[in-house]
């Protein structure tokens, strides 16, 4: 049976169609695997893929700039990974930039991110080999909880165990607890606590008035802190200090003179160790007060003789003119 021309029209508009739709899927596909752009190799090694498979995303900064080309085992712990990039990004990631692998939300699939450094570098350049950084995984993660799990149930088990005694009154929290006297005992502790501690802060206030009070300097430790006064007695123990010295030099002397006075064979010596030359000292001292007394009488006989008087006279009146020019002075 012959096909009309209408069929044939929806048939040949049906197959233009399709294949306009495919080749758009191409389009689409290849552009974001960069298929069609200008692209070059980036370089990264780790010690685990953690599932990143071909044609994964990379992405830069949270943005997509290429895909997973090959994955290589180089030996039992590296791991290479060729990354397609965009070449107009190859000027933005610099050489320290280190690779992370990471997922694409919660279950989505691995991709690579490639974090920015710090401070500036050189950019890379196409076949460059950056930095990685291999995260903890999942299973070790899951690992790491298990262990955890199992630690805990133990703590709670030995926890509620400690309960279970402390509640029995087993124990010295249990005691503490559980012993009514005890309880009543620490009360009155800490009330004389209490009691101590408001008296130790009175004692602490009446000190601190007392501290203050030696500021003043009406009382005596003002009196000491004042500099001028502090000055002064400094001064006068310098002055004791050498008063102190020359009387030591005067007393070494004096003790000097009378070892040689006790030693010596001198006048003072014979003085105090003659008692014959004391005696005549005594006498001559008694005659000279006699002759002193006769002399007395016999001027006392001048004055009333007549050859004399004259001249007694005027040496009196001489003293009167000189008593009285004294007497106007004043």
Do not use: C, W
């Not at 049906?14 to 370089?43: C, E, R, S, W």
């Not at 900064?61 to 030996?75: E, F, K, L, P, Y």
């Not at 001292?285 to 006769?294: F, G, P």
């Amino acid at each position: 049976m012959e096909k009309t021309t209408s069929q044939k029209l929806r048939l040949g508009l049906f197959v233009i169609i399709g294949l306009t739709l495919f080749v758009l899927a191409v389009y689409f596909i290849g552009d974001k695997q960069k298929m069609f752009g200008k692209t070059n190799h980036l370089k990264a090694v780790f010690n685990n893929v953690s599932g990143l498979q071909l044609g994964n995303n990379v992405r830069y900064s949270g943005i997509n700039v290429g895909t997973v080309r090959a994955i290589d085992m180089v030996n039992d712990s590296v791991i290479q990974v060729n990354m397609l990039i965009d070449n107009t990004i190859f000027p933005h990631i610099r050489k320290n930039a280190i690779a992370t692998i990471g997922s694409d939300g919660l279950v989505g699939n691995m991709i690579i991110n490639i974090i920015p450094g710090k401070g500036i570098e050189a950019p890379v350049q196409p076949g460059d080999e950056i930095q990685s950084l291999s995260r903890i995984r999942t299973d070790d993660m899951l690992n790491t909880l298990g262990v955890t799990n199992k630690n805990a149930a133990l703590l709670t088990a030995d926890l509620l165990k400690i309960t279970q005694e402390i509640n029995q009154g087993k124990g010295t929290v249990g005691v503490l607890i559980k012993d009514s006297t005890l309880a009543n005992d620490f009360k009155k502790t800490m009330h004389y606590l209490k009691i101590t501690g408001k008296e130790t802060s009175e004692s602490v206030t009446k000190l601190n008035r007392l501290i203050s009070s030696l500021e003043n300097k009406n009382n005596v430790i003002g009196f000491l802190k004042d500099t001028a006064v502090a000055n002064n007695m400094k001064a006068v123990v310098r002055n004791l200090d050498q008063s102190s010295s020359e009387i030591n030099k005067v007393v070494s002397n004096l003790n000097l003179t009378i070892a040689n006075i006790k030693d010596g064979k001198g006048a003072i010596n014979y003085l105090s160790n003659n008692p014959k030359l004391v005696q005549k000292i005594d006498s001559t001292m008694t005659n000279i007060n006699q002759a002193s007394s006769r002399l007395n009488q016999n001027m006392e006989a001048l004055k009333h003789n007549f050859l004399f008087r004259g001249y007694f006279k005027k040496q009196e009146k001489a003293k009167l003119k000189e008593q009285k020019k004294e007497e106007e002075q004043k």
